[in-house]
């Protein structure tokens, strides 16, 4: 009788079953025997599994007590969403499932899953976009890995990255990317230009770097790259000062 009950729920699983109340899951909790682990694995499959936590960790633990690990290392600190300045960040587990499909399980700061759409953060993949996904993530200054914390570049270290954007969302993930944090909550609305009828006005957002600081001068996420008399990229210690006292 076992050996039929067994037979028969291997059937059942090649045929596609996906109802999650005949799945072998295996509770990561859990103390009591359970059926044999799954030994493929598909979308519905993970699916079925995904949908009942909410928190990563307990995931994670679930799918490797049912024979399914990550295929490769951690993803870390990958950005999923972002407007401006503000960022979401997200540590990315790969899968590899045996439908010839990938999934990604994304655990934001506090541990919870933080999946979205599949244009922000998607739970599955075809192969050459999850493929041109890694490639980006590889490109990265730090590859899968998380940069160390507080970096402060050189002035011309600073200078090549900031040449090469022209939108200061992208700038500061790229910066991130190298380490680099924003120093302190940006000067709104500051005065850079005028004369007396017009002025320009401009977000000041403020980094650290050796012998003193740089500001990025944000229009409607745009990079205003002025003239030095107008929109100095790198500030000593004194100007700084002098540019607080004035403005906050």
């Not at 499959?45 to 995904?50: H, P």
């Amino acid at each position: 009788m076992t050996r039929l009950f067994t037979f028969g729920l291997g059937l059942l699983l090649l045929a596609g079953c996906t109802d999650p109340i005949e799945k072998p899951v295996i509770p990561a909790d859990s103390n009591e025997p359970g059926p044999e682990i799954m030994n493929e694995w598909t979308r519905e499959d993970f699916k079925d599994v995904f949908d009942q936590h909410e928190v990563a960790e307990k995931l994670l633990e679930t799918l490797e007590a049912n024979g399914l690990t990550p295929y490769r290392e951690t993803f870390e600190r990958v950005v999923i969403t972002g407007n401006g300045i503000h960022h979401t960040y997200a540590d990315v587990y790969p899968f590899q499932l045996d439908d010839g499909t990938y999934a990604t399980v994304y655990e934001d700061e506090d541990g919870w899953i933080a999946n979205g759409t599949e244009a922000i953060a998607p739970l599955f993949w075809q192969e050459t976009s999850f493929l041109q996904f890694v490639e980006e993530i590889e490109k990265r200054k730090y590859g899968t890995s998380a940069p160390p914390e507080d970096v402060t570049l050189t002035q011309d270290a600073f200078q090549s990255i900031y040449d090469r954007h022209a939108y200061t969302s992208a700038l500061i993930v790229e910066l991130d990317e190298w380490g680099v944090s924003i120093a302190r909550e940006p000067l709104e609305d500051v005065i850079i230009a005028g004369d007396g009828v017009t002025e320009v006005t401009a977000d000041l957002i403020v980094f650290e770097v050796e012998s003193g600081y740089a500001i990025v001068y944000d229009r409607d996420g745009e990079i205003f790259k002025g003239p030095e008399s107008i929109a100095p990229l790198f500030w000593n210690e004194t100007d700084y000062k002098h540019l607080l006292e004035k403005n906050e």
